[in-house]
């Protein structure tokens, strides 16, 4: 059994859980311990322990730490990369290339640790200097999904460790496997004690010690709109920092003066591939009157072509959905959008084994035409590979479209028109914009997160990362 990195020793867990392949569900990955409370709880109190000593330590030995697990993460991709197709099922070249990220973004934070901001002023009054500086929170919980077992892991503790940080990192239930080799690495790649922990469990039975204990600072969460308002909750009392990444219902317009093919392969791309499991997906295609016919038709002659089979088999285009859960769910809101007036254009179909027998939760990629505004695979995340055409008169009715969500994470426009692009970019109401580009795909040095619904708190990433795993001070000196 796979265990809990915890104050510096691996611990078994108060239960464990099978990790299991959901391109085959015979293959059993591995066994990986659950916790109990108590075990959360000493994982806290091992990283206050650690605390006072990390939060001093110099940004050569940050530095360190964070470009070894970087080295050692990038030197294994394709074995880290087998490790993450196999138990969340998104292709070989998908992972791979996820792990090459969590890479990349140890490679950064540990070049941040070098770059620590601050200023240095003169006083508005004589014989004054003042500090601008900023200082590591404490002890800080973060909770992460599914659907990127390595890279949103990377994104979280890289940072906070860079910042002079410690760590009770907890990994969705579903993907233990990457998380625990990511703990692994760490753990021999020179932090202290407590520094880092891995406490592997289930957030209905351990979020509260996560979140609730006076000895968090903060908390940086990605899941769910419903738990991220539970994180909140918890946290708001006691003033704790909270950092949430939700859901999207991010639209993707395409305009009349569109390249076809630009679009197709943006609108196919955003929506279907990584089996559609990604906050930044595509869900809704927006396309004004002109090009809508030659949009959908194909869009569809595309997704004939796409191969959705066991997520390690060459030539695979998409993989599983990740458990018998979320394909009940993409396949109810599939049925749903039928009820409410929608046509099923293509896909859709689930099939409980693939071409060689493997039990598996495969479905195909889902386009829904004729859809409208009120419907509710319109307004609600369904986080699988299903996406809707709504179609617009024009320009304007586009963009109104594109903003009538709750949800504010990433926004795409496909036109050849530097007039509406440029107009898009200001006016989509949206963390991240993307202009003849997928609505997913993001980079590591810049400021990754969304508006309404989509988020809370400071970005995540890049340098806009300190804002969140720092306090800011302010020192008054007189000569
Ligand atoms: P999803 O539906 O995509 O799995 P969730 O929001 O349920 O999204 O899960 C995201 C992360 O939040 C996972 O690590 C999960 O274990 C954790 N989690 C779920 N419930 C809680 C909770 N009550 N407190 C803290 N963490 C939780």
Redesign the pocket.
Known sequence: MKRNWIGGEWLPGARSIANINPSDTRDVIGEYALADMAQATSAVAAAAAAFPAWSMSGPQQRFDVLDAAGSEILARAAELGDLLAREEGKTLPEAVGEVTRAGQIFKFFAGEALRAPGQVLPSVRSGIGVEVTREPLGVVSL????NFPIAIPAWKIAPALAHGNCVVF????LVPGSAWALADILSRCGLPAGVFNLVMG???EI?AA??EDPRVAAVS????V???Q??MQACMPRGAKVQLEMGGKNPLVVLDDADLDVAVNCAVQSAFYSTGQRCTASSRFIVTEGIHDRFVDAVVARLRSIKVDDARKPGTDIGPVVDDHQLAIDLEYIQLAQAEGATLAFGGTHAARNVDGQPGFFLTPALLTQTTQTMRINREEV?GPVANVVQARNYEEALALANDTDFGLSSGICTTSLKYATHFKRHAQAGMVMVNAPTAGADYHVPFGGRKASSYGSREQGTYAAEFYTVVKTAYTAA
């Not at 909770?143 to 599914?146: A, R």
């Not at 907890?170 to 239930?173: G, I, L, R, T, V």
């Open positions: 909770i992460t999904p599914w907890k990994p969705a239930e289930k957030g209905s979020g996560l979140l969460f990605t899941g769910s419903g738990t991220g539970r994180v986080f």
